[in-house]
């Protein structure tokens, strides 16, 4: 999964990583519902969205914010297979 937020989605640097993993046959979603300071309820959308697939790696691209949000989702008990 790839998490960015709505801004950075149209920038070269993301730009640039679609078109990586692309290259690479990568399968791949951006999810672009990341907060600036982001909240409880702006959390909680990630961890539901991240729930609802089975993503083996996580790219955050942007800066705090987005690091912030794909560190919270990507941690063992957010995951799913550690909801058990």
Do not use: C, W
Not at 53 to 82: E, H, L, M, R, W
Request: hydrophobic share 40%; proline share 8%; glycine share 4%.
């Amino acid at each position: 999964m790839n998490s960015v937020d709505p801004y950075m989605a149209t920038l070269p640097p993301m730009k640039a990583v679609v078109e990586s993993l692309t290259k690479a046959h990568i399968q791949f979603e951006v999810f672009d519902r990341v907060s600036v300071e982001p909240t409880d309820a702006s959390l909680q959308v990630a961890i539901e969205y991240s729930r609802s697939k089975q993503f083996s790696a996580f790219v955050a691209v942007g800066g705090g914010s987005v690091i912030d949000t794909g560190a919270y989702y990507s941690n063992p008990p957010y995951q799913p297979s550690a909801q058990q």
